[in-house]
Nanobody
Framework: VQLQASGGGLVQAGDSLTLSCALS????????MGWFRQAPEKEREFVAA????????VYADPVKGRFTISRDNAKNTVYLQMNSLKPEDTAVYYC??????????????????????WGTGTQVTVSS
């Protein structure tokens, strides 16, 4: 399974940006998907997650109301729409996946150690 993230860039505070992450080498609808981020000298932290079916989403408190995660199973892609960006959102953003669905046990989508596969990161820089 390979994950390829894209869509990062340099924006100003208050701007919007949409990240994409395409999955290949696996059945996309069999994976729960998540976004994590890592700022310089900080640990990687959870941002948002969506269940394998798309019926459930969860967000980290700092991004609630500003970010929206979604998935398109027909395109094998998960998105992160980021609005009202702040300088503190500056980080490398990573998408990750975990095998999930009927017959699989529950997992904590906010825990990076529960994810099975990681993609390359995409840099998001928000200037003040």
């Amino acid at each position: 399974v390979q994950l390829q993230a894209s869509g990062g860039g340099l924006v100003q505070a208050g701007d919007s940006l949409t990240l994409s992450c395409a999955l290949s080498g696996g059945t996309f609808s069999s994976f729960a998907m998540g976004w994590f981020r890592q700022a310089p000298e900080k640990e990687r932290e959870f941002v948002a997650a969506v269940s394998w079916s798309g019926s459930s989403t969860v967000y980290a408190d700092p991004v609630k109301g500003r970010f929206t995660i979604s998935r398109d199973n027909a395109k094998n892609t998960v998105y992160l729409q980021m609005n009202s960006l702040k300088p503190e959102d500056t980080a490398v953003y990573y998408c990750a996946s975990r095998v999930s669905g009927p017959g699989y046990g529950p997992h904590d989508p906010t825990n990076r150690y529960h994810m099975d596969y990681w993609g390359t990161g995409t840099q998001v820089t928000v200037s003040s």
